[in-house]
């Protein structure tokens, strides 16, 4: 029984790491998406006008609102109706995106509501405008509080992958289900892909916390 099932996880391990790759590269992209809007979005809800700081909220409240698995399926089949057409694995990217972009922007935000306003004031007084204030005193102190919060986010979009093969992905967990299909042996397959799961969420949580202790100034913690 147990050769069996040693057999089985080294015949299904390299179509596993095919759908590991293709993980990979959508939390890769969802990642990037979302620190960049993020950004973006949580300036506009701290330091905008009235305007963008009304419109950055909206945002959040949809995107918050909106379970992931609904807003995936309602990019993929509800852009075609208005022309845009996009692969399950571009669906997935914009979908899951859109969502950690939301939740992205309000680490962002607590990150920059950490900084006293009294840099913001010292900034000022030394003749900065708004945008280099952020740029050269907020950001670079912000960093340091954003990685914790920053690292549980990972983890999120990571896991949330996994909801790509509803719409025709072929990700880790679907190369399972067909693999499963064909050998009728869940268990130890699922256990794999756990252990993947794990691997790369504990692997890059780890070097998070090595980043976030590197940058901690001596005496104070953050």
Do not use: W
């Amino acid at each position: 029984m147990l050769k069996e099932t040693i057999a089985l996880i080294e015949k299904s391990l390299p179509t596993l790491l095919e759908g590991t790759f293709v993980t990979i590269k959508l939390t890769v992209l969802i990642v990037a998406m979302s620190l960049v809007l993020g950004l973006i979005v949580a300036f506009c809800h701290t330091y905008g006008n009235r305007p963008l700081r009304a419109c950055a909220a909206v945002y959040d409240r949809i995107f918050r609102s909106i379970p992931e698995l609904v807003l995936l399926l309602l990019v993929f089949y509800g852009l075609p109706g208005a022309g845009i057409r996009l692969s399950p694995f571009y669906a997935s990217v914009l979908a899951l995106g859109l969502r950690s972009t939301a939740y992205m922007a309000q680490i962002y935000r607590g990150s920059f509501m950490a900084v006293g306003s009294d840099q913001l004031t010292a900034a000022y007084s030394l003749g900065m405008s708004e945008y280099k204030a952020f740029a050269y005193v907020i950001f670079p102190q912000a960093i340091r509080t954003f990685i914790p919060p920053f690292a549980n986010e990972y983890a999120i979009i990571l896991k949330d992958t996994s909801l790509a093969y509803a719409i025709g992905v072929v990700e880790l967990l679907r190369q399972g289900q067909y693999i499963i299909a064909v050998e009728y042996k869940p268990l130890p397959i699922f256990l794999v892909i756990a252990a993947i799961y794990f691997v790369l969420t504990f692997g890059v949580t780890r070097l998070l916390k090595r980043l976030e202790e590197k940058l901690k100034l001596p005496g104070i913690g953050v």
